[in-house]
């Protein structure tokens, strides 16, 4: 079975820095994704992983562990606008995305 | 830039009633999905297809069914609808559906079954 587990919520303050955690145990893996939801709109990806280390994309970091079943996305210079949910979501052995919860992360000025 | 499209925006259903939600996608992508997405539970996904002609059943396909006759459309039907199935609805494509292969999201259809 797949169990992906992130934290359901967060808050920070304008322009400080938050790190949203994911642990996952899954069937088999490739690859680890990460997509911003806003309210009412639809999942838009952030960031893949598939080997251990971090992957920087401007504002936005994506740490991955797979011996520890531990990923990280680390948002810098927080702004109004990236409050969002963030979803984790790992590709399994058969191909398919499974999704945590997500994290709903509220900034505040 | 359309990318992927769904039909209709929200619906208010009847039970026992039928019912199919439209996708439609100009990528020319080869792999399409469906998902529902719960409070507290994130998206699970319900059918998918790896190119047109075929289909899959994913981590909750009971209730619903899928058809791939072309590239563009994925329609996704319920057959006899139950409050359970309210939820919101996104579909989904990618290139190939292989190991890094990013998937899109449509806009979602939000539905209720009363």
């Known amino acids: 079975g797949q169990n992906i587990d992130q934290p359901t919520e967060m808050t920070a303050t304008e322009g400080a820095i938050v790190q949203i955690n994911c642990t996952y145990q899954?069937?088999?893996?490739?690859?680890l994704f990460w997509y911003q939801q806003h309210a009412g709109e639809a999942p838009t990806f952030l960031s893949y992983?598939?080997?251990?280390g971090l992957e920087e994309k401007g504002r936005f970091s994506s740490f991955l562990s797979r011996s520890k079943g531990y990923s990280y996305l680390l948002l810098k210079e927080l702004q109004m606008k990236d409050s969002a949910s963030y979803l984790c979501?790992?590709?399994?052995?058969?191909?398919?995305?499974?999704f945590g919860a997500g994290t709903t992360v509220t900034v505040r000025a | 830039t359309a990318g992927i499209t769904q039909a209709p925006t929200s619906q208010i259903l009847a039970a026992g009633r039928s019912m199919t939600l439209r996708c439609t996608q100009d990528?020319?992508?080869?792999?399409m999905y469906w998902y529902r997405q719960d409070l507290g539970l994130g998206l699970r996904l319900i059918h998918y297809?790896?190119?047109?002609?075929?289909?899959g059943k994913g981590e909750v396909p009971d209730g619903y069914s899928v058809s791939r006759a072309n590239t563009d459309d994925f329609p996704l039907t319920l057959a006899s609808a139950v409050p359970s199935q309210t939820s919101v609805y996104f579909c989904?494509?990618?290139?190939?559906?292989?190991?890094?292969?990013?998937?899109?999201f449509g806009p979602g259809t939000r539905l209720t079954v009363l």
């Open positions: 989904a494509s990618s290139e190939s559906g292989g190991a890094s292969d990013t998937q899109y």
């Open positions: 899954t069937s088999g893996f490739n690859g």
């Open positions: 992983n598939v080997l251990d």
């Open positions: 979501a790992v590709r399994n052995g058969d191909y398919k995305l499974s």
């Open positions: 990528m020319r992508h080869n792999a």
């Open positions: 297809s790896n190119t047109a002609g075929t289909t």
